[in-house]
C-alpha cells in the first residue's frame, strides 16, 4: 500500500515516458533526483546542487570508461534483430527484510478520507525493517524482427515525425507490393481510456502477432531493427510496449468500427448462413453450449456471423505497422 510504511517497498524500471526510464533505451544512463515539493526552497536547492555536483564528479573521473561503454551498448543493441526485447517489467512476489531509515508514525482514522491516516514524527527518527520486493523480471516481451517495421504510407508523415524527434533511422518503401509476407498484430482486446492523459485517448492492446500476407505501398515507411536505438524502436512500435505510438492512441481509428449491421438485418443474414453452412452451424451450436456468457449476449451471438459474412471490415482491430523478416526495396 503507498501510504502504509510497513508495507515496504517494490524496485521497478520506470517506462519511457519518464526521463530515467528513456536513456536506457538510448543505452545510456539516466537518473531522477526528486526534490520534495513540500520542502523549503534552500533544502530543495541544496540537494539538486549536490547531486550535480556528485554526477559532474564521476564524469571527469569515469567519463572516458563510460564512453567506451556506451559505444559497445550501441553495438550490442545494433544486432538485436531476432532476439527477444524486455518492453516492461515488474517486480515479482519474492522479498527480503530490510533496514530503512524513517520517522516514528501513527496511523489512525481520518474524519476527512474516511480511511487511515499516516503522521510522521520527524524529532524521533526509527529504523524501519521492512520488505523490499527487488527481483525485478521482464514481464511483456517481444521478438524483434529480422529486418524491421513497415508503417503504412497513411500513417507515414505522423510516424516519421515522431521517429525523426529520437534520431531514429528508417527509409521509405519505393516498391508495392501486393501480397508481402509480413507479421500483422490483430487485436484480441481493446481497452480504451475513459479519461484523458496528457491530451491523449489512451487505449492498451492485447492480441497477437501471426504471419499474414499484406499489401505494402510505395511511400510506407522501414524501420530497420539493425540500428543502435533497436530497443527505442520496440518502444515506440510494438503495441503493446507501455508508451508505444499505439497506447497513446495515435492509431485509434483502427480500433474504431466504422461500420455495423442493423440488428433486424443480421438476424436474417444469420439465418441464411445457418442454412447454407452445415459446418457454420455446428460452430455456432457449440460455441452457444460451451461459453455461457457468449450464449447469454445477444450482440456477441449477432456478431459471430457479421465477422463471417462477406460485409464484415477484416481491417478492424488490425494494427497498421507491420513486421518483416526482408527488407522491402
Do not use: C
Not at 53 to 67: E, L, T
Not at 215 to 230: D, T, W
Amino acid at each position: 500500500m503507498a501510504d502504509d510504511p510497513s508495507s515496504g517497498f517494490a524496485d521497478g524500471v520506470p517506462p519511457p515516458r519518464l526521463s530515467n526510464g528513456y536513456f536506457y533505451l538510448r543505452n545510456r544512463m539516466g537518473m531522477l533526483v526528486e526534490t520534495h515539493s513540500w520542502r523549503d526552497y534552500a533544502t530543495r536547492v541544496r540537494v539538486t546542487r549536490n547531486a550535480i555536483v556528485s554526477v559532474m564528479s564521476r564524469v571527469a573521473r569515469d567519463g572516458a570508461a563510460w564512453i567506451t561503454a556506451a559505444a559497445e551498448a550501441d553495438r550490442r543493441a545494433a544486432s538485436l534483430a531476432g532476439n527477444v526485447v524486455a518492453l516492461a517489467y515488474k517486480a515479482t512476489d519474492a522479498s527480503r527484510t530490510i533496514p530503512f531509515r524513517g520517522y516514528e508514525y501513527t496511523r489512525t482514522p481520518s474524519s476527512i478520507s474516511g480511511g487511515l491516516m499516516t503522521r510522521y514524527d520527524e524529532a524521533r527518527p526509527q529504523v524501519w525493517r521492512v520488505p523490499l520486493r527487488d527481483d525485478v523480471r521482464p514481464n511483456v516481451t517481444v521478438t524483434m524482427p529480422k529486418a524491421g517495421y513497415v508503417v503504412p504510407a497513411a500513417y507515414a508523415a505522423a510516424v516519421a515525425e515522431k521517429l525523426a524527434l529520437h534520431g531514429i533511422a528508417f527509409r521509405n518503401v519505393s516498391v508495392s507490393l501486393l501480397r508481402a509476407p509480413v507479421e500483422a498484430f490483430r487485436a484480441t482486446r481493446v481497452t480504451f481510456s475513459t479519461t484523458s492523459v496528457e491530451g491523449h485517448n489512451t487505449v492498451k492492446l492485447e492480441g497477437r502477432w501471426a504471419p499474414e500476407p499484406r499489401e505494402i505501398v510505395a511511400g510506407s515507411l522501414f524501420v530497420p531493427s539493425a540500428q543502435a536505438k533497436s530497443r527505442l524502436v520496440a518502444a515506440l512500435l510494438e503495441p503493446q510496449a507501455p508508451d508505444s505510438l499505439a497506447q497513446w492512441g495515435l492509431f485509434n481509428t483502427a480500433f474504431e468500427k466504422k461500420e455495423y449491421m442493423e440488428e433486424y438485418v443480421a438476424e436474417e443474414v444469420a439465418r441464411q448462413m445457418l442454412a447454407a453452412d452445415p459446418a457454420l452451424a455446428a460452430e455456432f451450436k457449440r460455441k452457444v453450449e460451451s461459453d455461457a456468457e457468449f450464449a447469454k449476449d445477444k450482440a456477441q451471438r449477432l456478431e459471430f456471423f457479421y465477422r463471417r459474412h462477406s460485409s464484415w471490415d477484416e481491417r478492424y482491430d488490425l494494427y497498421p505497422v507491420m513486421r518483416v523478416d526482408t527488407e522491402p526495396r
